[in-house]
């Protein structure tokens, strides 16, 4: 029996250089590699051994490479009622995302040496709908254990320059930063060092005696404490710190503050190895609409402003950002403080995996972005972020055959019942989207059958990277 499986389409996306085409992409579903790509739309009578489950025609409907999502938070072991691996893969599956790259936090224990990678590694297995990779932590004084964990397969390194909000995950300082490049410079381009880019400073002075307290429930309340000025100042000392170990490539998590896009283009601008993300929330969000009391948009860095907005938009075009991640931060619903609409008080994190595709593409459409940048922006360049282009990120022959149906003009409306993720909390419930991904397909095989049907009948087929 043929182990093919042919995908084809009058708009093919195969990766972010190349407007959508017909093409025909053809799979094996035994090695889960892409064997073949014609640009033509052969008859169904040419491949005659071909079974009819196994020809897969699109017709106007675009199918594009499955998405790299480079930054997620799935909280397996320890903190399982926040997401798990199957939730948070279910959850990634329905928006298209074939592969994810864990967080180092906010499981326990966290992702800081290979014993603790391992325990990630053994909770994952056999549960997970999407392809799963890891990242590493550093910490204080763990050293020592980056190079075992390059070895281990870790893509990269994530370090807090601020409280990250968990204890076992402590933030380190300038110093700590210092003995973590001087332990990866050796390790070259083979791995990355990516930094929450928010420099802690000292509490400003209280008002005074007579001062009202500022109110929790505001949003204005939370922006204010946390100013874009922190993100200038970490990535000042960050594009510093490079300039010692040049040939490291570091890299900047959800860039929020446009204040800081100088920096990051004057260190490209110099050769340096350095890119930088942004998020889904920062692209489609601006704080002047976000109502009263409710925590379930904080998120740390914030959300800012209109202006701000827009200029995150034009450094994803000029490329000074690099590519578009979900930082899925879920928790469970105590954590956010609903009742108490305490902004100050509530967890910081948004949760956003499956809504990704169609949250950007209905602020991309609108600024007129073809699809292929957005390609480009979620599946090539995180794919090369991670260490992960032999494999993913675009529909080429000898890649993993990642592929998604995806209807652009469809709409859809944010419910909780619509949401694949555990904790149904997220600041997009009620919205009306552009965009609608029909199937999910993993090395070639179906693992999420569209809003109907969903995961009915289907297997977990997900590899550890």
């Known amino acids: 029996m043929s182990s093919r499986r042919v995908f084809t389409s009058r708009n093919v996306v195969r990766d972010g250089t190349r407007p959508p085409r017909p093409a025909t992409v053809i799979a094996d579903t035994a090695t889960g590699k892409i064997l073949d790509i014609l640009d033509a739309l052969p008859s169904r009578i040419d491949f005659p051994d071909v079974p009819d489950a196994d020809w897969i025609d699109a017709g106007d409907k675009y199918i594009l490479p499955g998405i790299v999502d480079a930054h997620v938070h799935l909280n397996e072991p320890g903190r399982t009622d926040w997401e798990g691996f199957s939730s948070g893969t279910r959850a990634a599956a329905s928006g298209g995302v074939t592969t994810l790259v864990d967080m180092p936090l906010n499981s326990i224990p966290p992702t800081t040496t290979v014993a603790n990678l391992e325990r990630k590694r053994n909770a994952a ?44 995950f402590p933030c380190v300082n300038e110093e700590e930063v210092r003995l973590a490049m001087e332990e990866l410079k050796a390790c070259d381009t083979s791995t990355v060092l990516a930094f929450h880019a928010e420099l802690d400073t000292p509490a400003p002075a209280p008002a005074g005696p007579d001062a009202a307290p500022a109110d929790p429930t505001l949003y204005s309340t939370f922006l204010a404490s946390r100013p874009e000025q922190l993100e200038v100042d970490a990535i000042a000392l960050i594009t510093a710190l490079h300039g010692a170990y040049p040939s490291l490539r570091l890299h900047i998590v959800h860039l929020s503050a446009s204040s800081a896009l100088p920096l990051v283009r ?36 914030p959300i800012r402003g209109e202006g701000n907005r827009a200029a995150l938009w034009a450094a994803l075009a000029d490329g000074t950002l690099d590519c578009v991640v979900s930082d899925h931060s879920p928790c469970v619903a105590a954590l956010k403080l609903l009742d108490e609409r305490d902004l100050m008080r509530a967890w910081g994190g948004i949760s956003t995996l499956g809504l990704g595709l169609s949250l950007l593409w209905t602020e991309a459409r609108q600024r007129g972005f073809p699809v292929e940048r957005l390609v480009d922006w979620l599946s090539v360049r995180t794919a090369r972020h991670a260490g992960l282009e032999d494999r993913k990120g675009a529909l080429k022959v000898g890649l993993d055959a990642d ?51 969903g995961f009915s009948g289907l297997e977990p087929v997900g590899e550890l990277l």
Do not use: M
């Open 125 to 168: 297995r056999g549960q997970c709908w999407a392809d799963l990779a890891f990242w590493g932590g550093v910490i204080p004084g763990n050293q020592a254990h980056l190079k075992p964990l390059v070895a281990a397969g870790v893509r990269g390194f994530k370090c807090f320059l601020i409280e990250s909000g968990v204890d076992e």
């Open 266 to 301: 004057a260190a490209k601008a110099a050769g340096r190895p350095l890119t930088a993300e942004t998020c889904f929330h920062y692209l489609a969000l601006a704080a002047p609409r976000i109502p009263h009391g409710r925590p379930e948009f904080k998120c740390c860095p």
């Open 403 to 453: 592929l998604v149906v995806w209807d652009p003009d469809a709409q859809i409306t944010v419910t909780k019942e619509s949401l694949n993720f555990k904790n149904k909390l997220t600041p997009y419930e009620g919205l009306t989207l552009r965009g609608k991904v029909e199937k999910t397909y993993l090395r070639g095989r179906l693992v999420y059958a569209g809003p109907e049907h």
